[in-house]
């Protein structure tokens, strides 16, 4: 039994697999983040010569772009679309390019770029009557890049394909023209994924009517798995606090007994093979061999899942063997190669440490839960999300009135984070707030049925509260 949860409606957003009861994929996103292909509207706040750099104000965060020699066009003051190259992180600007890109299923277009590539695997001959085609249509600054399926396209779909583009991208320009912020947003995280598995998925539940109206549309075949849950946050496997738990684990058990150890740092992350726990009694070699080729796969694993990027540096058990130690690079290579993942394997080190290098394409299942170090301490802006979240359950189940207690030093902040959630999701319950200087967490929310008996209750305790709605 394979199920597919999608949580849309608060910011922290995921698509949850579950076979069979257990959790087999997630898939997750900010909303309110930016994501790397995002097309963005910004003004140009500076030009640092030095460093060939410009910084693009985008309204609510300062881009990185990178300079070429021949930049005059950049100017101090001008608007501009760019795109997202890298989301930030907590120690550098997010950077983006002006190399602009629009895509469908059959070419990429370039509307700021005067190029025309063709896929290597399209036969010469064809290749170069679409080139010849092609050239036709595109205009001095234009570009193209034509996929593999187009070969089979009729010349007037391919062409038509070129002008759709053209015409949408002068549809971004005039939007960009009127605002500072996102003009065309990425696939969700989880698209290329439910296309190739929507037809062997046997119930799809979404918190939103409008998510779920949107994948019946998309994928009418099995529009009948596809349901709404008005108690989905009562009905969910998880809350967003259990999974942040389950999926940042800082030990993962493998197969043989042995186990990773992930630890980060702000410069790099270490993943430790400690085969402590090993129940096997094989030869020595042997074993510690078959551990790191089950460590290093599983390190990948973990490297493509939690979208970990920057230097990772993984400490494998000892091998006496120079050829069981070149086949664990070697398993290394071939994994990274058949899951096309954007690492590489730089070697070992002179420590020993095998060294890799991962790009980052989207933020990590660190930022999306913001937890801060390893030991699973959410940041302050987490509280917010958390608050959301268990808001959204107390709004499925219909409840009267909802009280939450406050550690007194978040007071304030929590006060003013309900308010601001209550401004966009309209919650149909009552909310009183109180301080509570005997809490071990940061807030604790309860159901309450009468509200005038809580009131009573708290103002005869001496406790000063205060209804927000």
């Known amino acids: 039994m394979r199920t597919f949860y999608f949580q849309v409606q608060s910011d922290k957003q995921y698509c949850l697999e579950l076979t069979n009861g257990n959790a087999t994929q997630f898939f997750f996103q900010t909303a309110s ?17 030095r460093i060939q750099a410009a910084f693009i104000d985008l309204g609510n965060e ?25 989301t930030a992180t907590t120690s550098k600007r997010m950077t983006v390019s002006d190399q602009l890109e629009l895509s469908n299923d059959y070419i990429v277009f370039f509307p700021t770029e005067s190029v025309l590539k063709i896929s290597s695997k399209i036969p010469k001959q064809k290749a170069g009557y679409i080139n010849t085609l092609l050239n036709e249509q595109l205009n001095d600054c234009e570009g193209v890049l034509v996929r593999t399926v187009a070969q089979h396209m009729t010349d007037e779909l ?20 009127q605002k500072t912020g996102t003009v065309l947003r990425q696939k969700d995280s989880w698209d290329e994924y439910v296309r190739k598995e929507i037809e062997s998925i046997d119930k799809i539940i979404c918190d939103d009517v409008n998510y779920a109206r949107f994948l019946r ?62 129940r096997s009694h094989q030869v020595r070699e042997r074993l510690f061999h078959h551990v790191n080729k089950e460590a290093a796969t599983r390190a990948l694993k973990e490297v ?27 398993l290394l290579r071939k994994t990274i190669q058949q899951r096309n993942l954007p690492v590489q394997v730089v070697g070992m080190t002179k420590l020993g440490l095998m060294e890799l290098t991962a790009k980052r394409t989207s933020e990590s299942i660190y930022d999306f839960f913001q937890i801060e170090d390893p030991t699973i301490q959410h940041s302050k802006e987490f509280l917010v999300h958390q608050l959301e979240d268990e808001l959204l359950a107390y709004q499925s189940e219909r409840v009267e009135c909802v009280e939450v207690a406050v550690e007194p030093n978040n007071l304030v902040y929590v006060k003013e984070a309900i ?44 406790t000063p509260i205060d209804k927000l709605f």
């Open 304 to 330: 493509q899942f939690r979208k970990i990027s920057g230097i990772i540096l993984i400490d494998f058990i000892n091998l006496e063997q120079k050829e069981n130690r070149k086949s664990i690079e070697e």
């Open 33 to 49: 983040a930016y994501r790397v292909g995002d097309l963005v509207s910004g003004v140009v706040q500076d030009i640092d010569p």
């Open 419 to 462: 308010q601001k959630l209550h401004r966009h999701h309209q919650f149909t319950f009552s909310l009183v707030i109180h301080a509570d200087s005997s809490l071990q967490s940061p807030f604790k929310l309860y159901k309450i049925g009468n509200v005038d008996w809580l009131l009573e209750k708290l103002q005869t305790e001496g």
């Open 158 to 177: 391919l062409i038509e394909s070129v002008r759709g583009l053209r015409k949408k991208w002068g549809q971004f320009q005039k939007e960009a023209k």
């Open 217 to 278: 549309e998309k994928f009418p075949n099995v529009s009948e798995r596809i349901q709404f849950d008005e108690r989905f946050y009562s009905h969910r496997p998880f809350t967003l606090t259990q999974l942040g738990e389950r999926f940042t684990a800082r030990k993962i058990k493998l197969d043989s007994g042995a186990e990773l150890v992930i630890d980060r740092t702000e410069a790099m992350t270490i993943i430790d093979v400690n085969s402590a726990r090993s």
């Open 62 to 86: 300062i881009a990185y772009l990178p300079l070429k020699k021949q930049a005059q066009s950049i100017y101090k003051g001008r608007r501009l679309v760019v795109k997202v190259e890298k």
